[in-house]
T-cell receptor, first 107, second 112 residues
Framework: KNEVEQSPQNLTAQEGEFITINCSYSVGISALHWLQQHPGGGIVSLFMLSSGKKKHGRLIATINIQEKHSSLHITASHPRDSAVYICAVGGGSRLTFGEGTQLTVNP | ETGVTQTPRHLVMGMTNKKSLKCEQHLGHNAMYWYKQSAKKPLELMFVYNFKEQTENNSVPSRFSPECPNSSHLFLHLHTLQPEDSALYLC???????????FGDGTRLSIL
């Protein structure tokens, strides 16, 4: 069993739908990242959070430290949101990554 | 455009070839990383360099040989690779000890 589990593995939505991607982890962490990887391969950081909730535009990330669980929400989804979303947890200077969730948003 | 540049973006090589992947960053970071991303698998850390010194080798086969001549440049020398080495190889950088990472766009490697 991976230390970082994401669900679902694949997600297809219609434009405008509200999307939730979940991440559960089994190790102690100091921070959790949500990353976005586009088909070309490059990875960009969306959020780093250690408690509570963060919002950036249509993206919202939450974390529950006690339950070792985080969610990434996308409101009013758009085809340009289609990408792989990766959860990564950090302790010390090491990051452990989930397998990613492939999101496809259809027009 | 990212602060971390990787070349080439795509590489096809035979099992007996020798090639090198290059990574360059101008973010002022002193830690650099190589990651391997295989299909449907999480990113795997391969090597870590801090201030040009290798501080972590995650049990990587010797057919992968990293080199870090200065804090801005990182290479991955490839020799006698196997088909299972086909993957996306990602370079990243960070301030030393930080949990943040700035990633390059990766090199898509295919071994024939």
């Amino acid at each position: 069993k991976n230390e970082v589990e994401q669900s679902p593995q694949n997600l297809t939505a219609q434009e405008g739908e509200f999307i939730t991607i979940n991440c559960s982890y089994s190790v102690g962490i100091s921070a959790l990242h949500w990353l976005q990887q586009h088909p070309g391969g490059g990875i960009v950081s969306l959020f780093m959070l250690s408690s509570g909730k963060k919002k950036h535009g249509r993206l919202i990330a939450t974390i529950n430290i006690q339950e070792k669980h985080s969610s990434l929400h996308i409101t009013a989804s758009h085809p340009r949101d289609s990408a792989v979303y990766i959860c990564a947890v950090g302790g010390g200077s090491r990051l452990t990554f989930g397998e990613g969730t492939q999101l496809t948003v259809n027009p | 455009e990212t602060g971390v540049t990787q070349t080439p973006r795509h590489l096809v090589m035979g099992m007996t070839n020798k090639k090198s992947l290059k990574c360059e960053q101008h973010l002022g970071h002193n830690a650099m990383y190589w990651y391997k991303q295989s299909a449907k698998k999480p990113l795997e850390l391969m090597f870590v360099y801090n201030f040009k010194e290798q501080t972590e080798n995650n049990s990587v086969p010797s057919r992968f040989s990293p080199e870090c001549p200065n804090s801005s440049h990182l290479f991955l020398h490839l020799h006698t690779l196997q088909p299972e080495d086909s993957a996306l190889y990602l370079c990243a950088s960070s301030p030393p000890g930080a949990l943040t990472r700035d990633f390059g766009d990766g090199t898509r490697l295919s071994i024939l």
